[in-house]
């Protein structure tokens, strides 16, 4: 019986071996780390900023203007800012007569609410003196009508 053990036990290793090679690198590729993995990114990393370092170097060498441009553009700029600077001075100075306008026109209403309010108080004060000489005169019309 012990060959047969060892015949099975050989022909599951062997079995369990093909199917590790043929499962593995499709299942497990993305969870287990590789030894290629990093040793391709470190590759890719070292060749790319070599090239790219020597991509800027003779973009920059073909992109440099002459110092007449640089002046025509920085004036152009500044003229640029200035005009809008100009822009918006006009469009505060017009806000500013809006506001100031606006600001008068709440005076004057808080003048009226003030004049109204002195009106209201003279109007309840006689309110309240009417009502005073009407309880007067009903409590003497009352004496009369009683005697």
Known sequence: MAKTTGAKKAGTSAKSGSRKSTTRPAAKSGSRKSTTRPAAKSGSRKSTTKAGTSAKSGSRKATTRPAAKDIAAAHQSLTRAAQGEARLRRALKKHKKAVAGIKAEVKAHQRDIKALKGEVAVAKK???????????????TLDRVAT
Not at 126 to 134: F, Q
């Open 126 to 140: 006689a309110r309240k003196a009417g009502t005073a000489k009407l309880q007067n005169a009903d409590a003497a």
